[in-house]
């Protein structure tokens, strides 16, 4: 008997990787492709990275797996210490797991074992996971929360400042979003029944949407005013993705949780969330666990990934490629009806296409994204219509590799007949 993957595991590409190295990735005949998709933001930078190839070769020699409840290894030590110096102010506790959704639903534990209070409030679009109730919190589609029965009670969904979306401009939008958090927690969600807001700092598969200072500024005035816990999901934007080291940054406020896990390792697993420890403690012995989280070989790729973060100033590389992309695509966009935005922050880049009168597009978003294979680029779709295709180089991407990104990118639009 011979087996195969699950069919519902279908590729966004026809590629079969051989190998790959830096901004790209290579078939067994030495095709290339220049990978902007970096397994959605994953492999942060590039593929096998020298300094994490090294790290991780080293530590499987010493020990691949010591848990974390059971003893102490250095590799979780050292990372710790390291994240304590970039983590926001006052997040100086730690706790590890695989994906970013067990990450999710550690926080969704703290924030109501924290507040003795049921309820989380999460925004139209987001993206959270899709395990229970990481897919309870996800509006980014119906597929991530359809089709298993009911899901988890006490989630609540509050209106996303989606411009675009409304025909607004950004102020209008965020008004109107403010104001319908307000309008829900006096008519659905008790502020004396709510644990938590969980809101990404752009949001993911819901489109690649940064979300708008004020937004932010705004959650964090209701968090302290009714002593709500704001979790900020870092799971994509953080170590530099959007050109700072953390997605909320340019608004100025602190989270109560931070969740962060993919760019973090350059692909190993490991996941994390981070509060202030007077926070953690709030937490009921036993429900923080599990036999993978903290991998010593998964450590030790994060502590390589953060020293080359760091030594080769990607933080500063993503915010530099990422305004000369942006650039570029907008100028590619100029004379294309259908695309009605070109958006983002560092290197997380949307670009989202409807006809003129707004109707969604997503047989553009997705002729044009398998364009690209032909033309050596590789990217990805995204948004709650399927709608927007997504730029997510990696943070070592040079000028050149944008440049050709953005002429590969101009063919393949042309090509879709956009």
């Known amino acids: ?150 899901l988890v009670p006490g989630v609540y969904s509050a209106p996303f400042p ?29 502020v004396v029944d709510t644990a938590a807001f969980i809101i990404e700092p752009v949001l993911g598969d819901g489109g690649y949407l940064p979300t708008p200072v004020r937004f932010l500024q705004g959650l964090r005035e209701r968090a302290d005013q009714h002593g709500i816990v704001l979790i900020i999901d870092e799971v994509q934007t953080g170590v530099g993705r959007t050109g700072t080291f953390w997605g909320h940054e340019p608004s100025g406020i602190l989270p109560d949780i931070l969740i962060t896990a993919k760019g973090i390792a350059s692909g190993f697993p ?58 570029g695509l907008r100028e590619a966009a100029a004379s294309v009806s259908t695309i009605a935005d070109v958006r983002g922050r560092g290197l997380m880049i949307g670009i989202e296409f409807t006809d003129p009168d707004g109707t969604p597009r997503p047989d553009l978003a997705a002729g044009s994204q398998q364009a690209a294979i032909d033309e050596g680029l590789l990217l990805l779709t995204c948004g709650t219509r399927g709608n927007v295709v997504r730029f997510i180089p990696p943070l070592i991407v040079t000028s050149e590799q944008v440049d050709e990104g953005v002429a590969a990118w101009s063919k393949a639009v042309a090509a879709a007949g956009a």
């Not at 930078?45 to 848990?67: D, F, N, S, W, Y």
């Not at 989606?162 to 104001?179: C, N, P």
């Not at 790729?301 to 030594?311: K, N, Q, R």
């Open 1 to 150: 008997m011979s087996a195969s993957l699950s069919p519902l595991l279908t590729p966004a590409t026809p590629v079969v990787v051989d190998y790959g190295a830096g901004s790209y990735v290579y078939d067994a005949d030495g095709r290339s492709w220049l990978d902007f998709t970096t397994g959605i933001g994953v492999t942060s930078t590039g593929h096998c990275h020298p300094a994490v190839v090294a790290a991780a070769r080293e530590q499987v020699g010493k020990l691949i797996h010591g848990q974390f409840t059971t003893v102490r290894h250095n590799p979780i030590l050292r990372l710790t210490e390291m994240l304590g110096d970039v983590l926001p102010t006052g997040l100086d506790s730690v706790f590890y797991a695989n994906s970013g959704s067990e990450a999710v639903e550690a926080s969704l534990r703290l924030a109501r074992m924290a507040t003795g209070r049921n309820n989380i409030i999460a925004f139209q679009g987001g993206f959270h996971g899709r395990t229970f109730a990481a897919a309870t919190l996800t509006t980014a589609g119906t597929k991530f929360r359809t089709g298993f029965g009911a």
């Open 162 to 190: 989606y411009a675009l979306r409304y025909g607004w401009d950004e102020e209008t939008a965020v008004d109107f979003a403010l104001q319908e958090l307000d309008f829900l927690l006096s008519t659905t969600s008790a």
């Open 270 to 327: 490991i996941s994390a969330i981070a509060a202030s420890t007077s926070l953690m403690s709030k937490a009921w012995p036993g429900s923080q666990g599990g036999t993978y989280g903290g991998n010593a070989v998964s450590c030790a790729a994060a502590i390589a990934t953060l020293g080359v973060v760091e030594s080769e100033g990607l933080v500063q590389n993503s915010a530099a490629q990422g305004e000369r992309l942006i650039a």
